[in-house]
């Protein structure tokens, strides 16, 4: 069995001033570098085979500051990315909850947990009977548990910031 230790990249600028990111780079603040250190902290004697982050750069930002003590490569992957918000990428977050109409660009949920299966299967091929810490986004991380636990997306407790969940695939 695989296990999988999915965590969430540390806040971000964009993050606290509720911007959507989408698949923008980001940049983490000076909290989030703390959340991501806490996590390091937690995770510094507990054996890990392999670090995987998004190729966004909050998350590798993230995963590099986790694997430090480790001293591990850090391999990265677009099937990690954040979903894309399209048009709605860069607009102030609160401003989008009127919206009744989204526009078109935005990947939808079906690509969305395409890309979560492909991940799942992707580690478990990949690094069989390891343990993988995973760092990657809000969405895509709902998405990864929603196929996991055979949810609706609406079921998964939204992660917090540099929060880790475990999963045995």
């Not at 695989?2 to 698949?23: M, S």
């Not at 390091?40 to 750069?57: C, G, N, T």
């Not at 799942?120 to 390891?130: E, T």
Request: charged share 25%.
């Amino acid at each position: 069995m695989t296990t999988l230790l999915l965590v969430r990249h540390g806040e971000t600028v964009a993050n606290k001033a509720q911007i959507l990111q989408g698949q923008t780079p980001g940049e983490l603040n000076e909290t989030g570098k703390e959340q991501a250190r806490a996590v390091r902290d937690q995770m510094k004697d507990i054996h890990i085979d392999a670090f995987v982050a998004s190729d966004l750069h909050r998350a590798i930002q993230t995963c590099e500051i986790i694997a430090e003590p480790h001293g591990k490569a850090i391999i990265t992957t677009s099937l990690l990315r954040e979903r894309d918000w399209g048009s709605f990428t860069g607009k102030f977050i609160p401003n989008l909850q009127a919206v009744k109409q989204w526009p078109d660009d935005i990947e939808s949920l079906e690509s969305l947990k395409s890309r979560a299966k492909q991940f799942i299967a992707w580690v478990r091929d990949s690094f069989p009977d390891q343990t993988v810490l995973a760092v990657g986004h809000g969405i895509v991380n709902k998405a990864i548990q929603s196929i996991y636990y055979g949810k609706p997306m609406n079921e998964i407790q939204k992660m917090t910031n540099a929060e880790v969940r475990k999963l045995v695939l």
